[in-house]
């Protein structure tokens, strides 16, 4: 069955940086674009980044754009979201996501497109 699995977050200061992993398992994740979402206590889930599935392209919300930045490595299964220059903003509970259809990132914004999610990672940025 399909899995995704996230790790690395935790409590970090201002101006730090955490490394998330996304595992993933029970699909080939070599025809699937993966998207990183958040969702903040109180807030709607909102859009982070997505890589396409032979990672030629790449997207990111502006609020990370230039501090963030998602990989993947197809051998290892993993997809990867290495944040740096943390801020406080930045802290809630991170999500990866499978894409519904094959060779598909249209519309990467849109978490409707994506099937399957993580159970999630908590990222806290205080002093």
């Known amino acids: 069955q399909v899995q995704l699995v996230e790790s690395g977050g935790g409590l970090v200061q201002p101006g730090g940086s955490l490394r998330l992993s996304c595992q993933a398992s029970?699909?080939?994740?070599?025809?699937?674009?993966i998207g990183w979402f958040r969702q903040a206590p109180g807030k709607e889930r909102e859009f982070v980044a997505a890589?396409?599935?032979?990672?030629?392209?790449?997207n990111y919300d502006d609020s990370v754009r230039g501090r963030f930045t998602i990989s993947r490595d197809n051998a290892k299964n993993t997809v990867y979201l290495q944040m740096n220059n943390l801020k406080p903003e930045d802290t809630a509970v991170y999500y990866c996501?499978?894409?519904?259809?094959?060779?598909?990132?249209?519309?990467?914004?849109?978490?409707?497109?994506?099937?399957?999610w993580g159970q999630g990672t908590q990222v806290t940025v205080s002093s």
């Open positions: 029970g699909f080939t994740l070599d025809d699937y674009a």
């Open positions: 996501a499978k894409r519904m259809h094959a060779y598909s990132d249209q519309y990467y914004y849109d978490g409707t497109r994506y099937d399957y």
């Open positions: 890589i396409r599935w032979d990672a030629g392209n790449t």
